[in-house]
């Protein structure tokens, strides 16, 4: 009993946490700011906020016998990709859901969070801990949506010539001094381990741990600046085919790229889209919003290459394990 109210506790915390912090964020919003779909791999605010709700319902507490859902169709309106739980709206269209409102979708997140605090009492009480694991889904999926509510918001603000500025205050400044001369850290060839091991909380494509064989390479140790992006543009980055894959230099052709998205041209100079509304571009901060083909480009640009998966991941144990952190799931006798 003490496991289940230890399980619980720690999970209904978590629970209030992340619903609360969701909600939070769409606290500037006004009711039009909710509908805007931006773009087909865009979604709505008022999707994001009905979609989440929704994954507790379908595979939390659809689970319990006599629950009855809140609409009988949100299911087909608010589901994504799971196909295996029946049909759903087009993604595209999203964007023209006037109903439910904005007021509706709100009452239908109270409606899943009253029964779901309720599901964590019992719980408590012993009964039901096989659905404790699908919650912890449900959270780390939840936060994931904050991550997409923000980028699907900032990427609908964007294309109103208003530019609105939907937080307030002026835009924060970054943190630090000059970026310093980048240098590259070398790693030799090993078998590494890569992957999720035991503790803690992965998703099933994180794992299983495993030994794989990887080359010696070196690593940049930090990030592009925005200063250093500029000059590969003013080498000409995006009017030089031979940079570009073929797929990237059909991309820069169609939509006519010229900076990485974001980036406007504003008094003779360039400025940075963002939630607080448009700012100077900072020459040392890590240049964001790039394509993966953009980033390809850049380091050709710069006679380097992007890392593969297993070497990011090598790295990042190296930092970890530099730092004095434990890299998780380690073997046992075995070096990371």
């Not at 190296?318 to 046992?332: H, Q, R, S």
Request: aromatic share 12%; proline share 6%; glycine share 10%.
């Amino acid at each position: 009993m003490e496991q289940a109210e230890r399980v619980a506790g720690g999970l209904r915390a978590r629970y209030d946490a992340v619903r609360a912090f969701t909600e939070s964020l769409c606290a500037p919003l006004c009711a039009e700011d909710y509908v805007v779909q931006s773009m087909p791999d865009a979604s709505p605010v008022k999707w994001h906020l009905a979609h989440t709700a929704w994954f507790f319902e379908a595979f939390v507490l659809g689970q319990r016998a006599g629950y009855a859902p809140f609409h009988p169709q949100f299911g087909y309106l608010f589901n994504s990709y799971y196909v295996t739980v029946g049909e759903r709206h087009s993604r595209p269209r999203r964007g023209v859901l006037s109903r439910p409102t904005v007021e509706e979708t709100y009452r239908y997140r109270r409606h899943v969070d009253e029964h779901m605090r309720a599901l964590l009492d019992e719980i408590a009480a012993g009964r039901h801990l096989d659905l404790a694991f699908t919650i912890e889904v449900g959270l780390h999926h939840e936060q994931q949506h904050q991550e997409l509510l923000l980028t699907d918001l900032k990427h609908a603000m964007a294309q109103n010539p208003l530019r609105p500025a939907i937080f307030g205050g002026a835009p924060p400044g970054r943190r630090g001094g000059a970026a310093g001369e980048l240098r590259f850290v070398e790693h030799a060839d090993a078998v590494r381990w890569i992957g999720h091991g035991e503790g803690g909380f992965a998703f099933d494509n994180e794992a299983p741990r495993h030994r794989v064989f990887v080359g010696a390479f070196a690593l940049a140790d930090r990030p592009v600046t925005c200063g250093e992006y500029l000059e590969f543009m003013r080498d000409g980055g995006y009017a030089r085919p031979e940079l570009w894959l073929s797929g990237g230099w059909d991309a820069v052709v169609a939509n006519r790229w010229e900076a990485p998205l974001y980036w406007e041209p504003r008094d003779g100079g360039l400025q940075l889209f963002t939630l607080r509304g448009l700012r100077a571009i900072d020459a040392d901060e890590p240049v964001c919003h790039v394509s993966h083909y953009e980033a390809d480009a850049y380091a050709r640009w710069a006679g380097a290459r992007l890392p593969t998966e297993a070497e990011w991941e090598t790295a990042a144990q190296g930092a970890l394990a530099a730092a004095g952190e434990v890299a998780g799931g380690a073997a046992p006798g075995e070096a990371a």
